[in-house]
């Protein structure tokens, strides 16, 4: 399975769990995946390969403007288009991975129609596939004939999948999320997660290195370049000293390919004020780095936990109140 190197570390992980082997495409220095790169792959491996798993937009941000020829050339060999729907948010009511040339992909409910995700769950991916996988699906499946509901075994099936209906709560919170916006309030939703996230990216590249300068979608990825060149102060720092300003830290160190990234997604829901008080805060952060005034050492200092040891943290977590005693 062919998996880009800004891909989330579950693309290789699930690939690995169904008993697959993985190469890493490396991206252009655009941010996105080459055609060539992938026809280089696809004339290696040829037929060995079953898919390409492809995020769209990409964990930078960046749409993956060449996804309908390399669509086209993975298929060339018999091989699947495998979408990562994780970003579908910036491109609901927008677009359809269909005309992109995907085969199947999954959605996380969480992030493009408002379902938990705290604490670990309830998860809920539903799977969609173009009309030749369907027959594949796993057993039983539901059908709806002339107003009522029943179900159905396919004998072409991958059979019965634990789990395969996933958290059904979760759907149907999914479900009345999507019919109560329509598909205009599906539409306003991607603009306004497009344009939260641009917004943002044109005040913080006045003080922080962008990893790529085209235009964003949903999220983009600062780093501590510009930081780590004046002072000791790196994303983990900056990233403390957001929590003492009343900022949930953005995810760090991730995308891989870019070193100390901070990836900052607004999403649809802040409001103005909201963007303005974390632009705020990021120059403060500069701003104290700059002047050699604070290093953040022992930050957070203003949070109910302060600053612990995450080292050890990791070597002897404490799981249970008897824990403390050992």
């Known amino acids: ?16 769990l169904a008993g697959y082997e993985t190469v890493t495409l490396p991206s252009s220095k ?3 995946l080459g055609v060539d790169t992938v026809r280089e792959a696809v004339e290696k491996y040829g037929r060995d390969i079953a898919a390409i798993m492809i995020t769209n937009p990409n964990t930078l941000g960046l749409f993956e403007t060449n996804i309908v020829e390399i ?20 491109i609901v009511g927008m677009a359809k991975p269909g005309h992109m040339g995907v085969d199947v992909m999954h959605f996380n409910l969480h992030k493009t129609f408002s379902t938990p995700h705290g604490g ?28 009522r509901y029943s179900v159905e075994y396919l004998p072409e099936s991958i059979g019965k999948v634990k789990g395969a209906f996933g958290n059904f709560g979760m759907l149907v919170r999914a479900l009345c999320f999507i ?17 939260n996230a641009n917004y943002l990216k044109h005040h913080l590249s006045k003080r922080f290195k962008l990893s ?10 600062v780093s501590d370049t510009l ?28 995308p891989l390919v870019v070193p100390g990234a901070m990836l900052i997604e607004p999403t649809e829901t802040e409001s103005l004020q909201d963007l303005d008080r974390f632009i705020a805060a990021m120059n403060d952060i500069a701003d104290c780095i700059e002047s050699g005034e604070e290093t953040f050492a022992d930050a957070p200092t203003k949070t109910i936990v302060g600053k612990v040891d995450e080292a050890l943290a990791a070597r002897r977590p404490v ?3 008897d824990d403390r005693a050992l």
């Open 227 to 254: 930081q780590a060149k004046s002072s000791n102060v790196k994303t983990l720092q900056i990233a403390k000293a957001l929590m003492d300003r009343g900022f949930h830290p953005p995810t760090i160190y991730f």
């Open 1 to 16: 399975v062919l998996v880009p190197d800004t891909a989330h570390g579950t693309n290789p992980a699930s690939c690995t």
């Open 120 to 147: 670990g769950g309830p998860g809920a991916g539903p799977v969609a596939v173009r009309e030749h996988l369907a027959p594949y699906l796993p057993n039983p499946r539901v059908v709806l004939s002339d107003s």
């Open 319 to 321: 799981l249970s109140l």
């Open 30 to 32: 655009t941010g996105v």
């Open 71 to 90: 669509s086209e050339v993975v298929h060339s060999v018999g091989a699947q288009v495998y979408m990562d729907g994780a970003n579908m948010n910036a």
């Open 179 to 195: 019919r109560h916006h329509g598909a205009e309030g599906l539409r306003s939703i991607a603009r306004a997660s497009v344009l």
């Open 212 to 221: 790529h300068e085209a235009p964003s979608f949903h999220e983009f990825v």
